[in-house]
Nanobody, 120 residues
Framework: QVQLVESGGGLVQAGGSLKLSCACAASGRSFSDYGMGWFRQAPGKEREFVADINWSGGRTYYADSVKGRFTISRDNAKNTVYLQMNSLKPEDTAVYYC???????????WGQGTQVTVSL
């Protein structure tokens, strides 16, 4: 079982920055056994992929909409994955979720989400 708790969301003006954190508690397995990802869901829209990172942090992948502005990272010693968001735009407003997936599997565990609101 994996529990994920996001934090760091809030209200920020366009052009500003926020850093999201996701703390992971995994029973029976190590945090480094999981690939981690960030997703977001805006009102009235489907949840969409934002970024992901492999178990070691050596490989990352981003949605085109955030490439060059967002950075995903992880600290396996702290069981935490991060999303640094810079140059935020109003269209980045959404609930942001972190998710975990075992190796060679789909995303199986989800956090409760944290709200990010970007104002003009």
């Amino acid at each position: 079982q994996v529990q994920l708790v996001e934090s760091g969301g809030g209200l920020v003006q366009a052009g500003g920055s926020l850093k999201l954190s996701c703390a992971c508690a995994a029973s029976g397995r190590s945090f480094s056994d999981y690939g981690m990802g960030w997703f977001r869901q805006a009102p009235g829209k489907e949840r969409e992929f934002v970024a992901d990172i492999n178990w070691s942090g050596g490989r990352t992948y981003y949605a085109d909409s955030v490439k060059g502005r967002f950075t995903i990272s992880r600290d396996n010693a702290k069981n935490t994955v991060y999303l640094q968001m810079n140059s935020l735009k109003p269209e980045d407003t959404a609930v942001y979720y972190c998710a975990a997936k075992p190796v060679a599997s789909s995303y199986r565990y989800w956090g409760q989400g944290t709200q990010v609101t970007v104002s003009l």
